[in-house]
């Protein structure tokens, strides 16, 4: 069976940080891009950062300079580091797994969710003093 699972959330206050990981399971992960999405109550889900397979990376305005997504071969992992993160960030964090070609990514294509094969079950984010 295929899947992603993310761990790494929590409770954070403002101007800190953590890290998300996304751990493949059932597949090479390396092979693959991995987007990271969010949703904050009442809101869309928004696309923000994904690792295509040839290490290509893409970020939303909103959070760069302060995520970084990278990738673990070894680990069969996808981390995202949050720095200085703000309220505005709190929200379940996805992790998605695109099996198609890189070029469908470039712009904002790696944005769009119906893009994604499958998603992991998510991991809550709060950011609050």
């Known amino acids: 069976q295929v899947e992603t699972v ?5 409770l954070v206050q403002p101007g800190g940080s953590l ?11 390396d092979y693959y891009a991995i987007g990271w999405f969010r ?5 869309e889900r ?3 950062s ?12 909103s959070v760069k300079g302060r995520f970084t997504i990278s990738r673990d071969k070894d680990k069969n ?5 949050m720095n200085s993160l703000k309220p505005d960030d709190t929200a379940v964090y996805y992790c998605a797994t695109f099996l198609g070609p890189d070029q469908v990514l470039h712009g904002n294509g790696w944005t769009r969710k119906s893009l994604y094969d499958f998603w992991g079950q998510g991991t809550q984010v709060t950011v609050s003093s």
């Open 46 to 48: 928004e696309g923000v």
């Open 77 to 81: 992992t996808v981390w995202l580091q």
């Open 50 to 61: 994904c690792i295509s397979s040839d290490g290509s990376t893409y970020y939303a305005e």
């Open 6 to 10: 993310e761990f790494g959330g929590g």
């Open 19 to 29: 890290r998300l990981s996304c751990v493949a399971s059932g597949f090479t992960l």
């Open 39 to 43: 949703q904050a109550p009442g809101k």
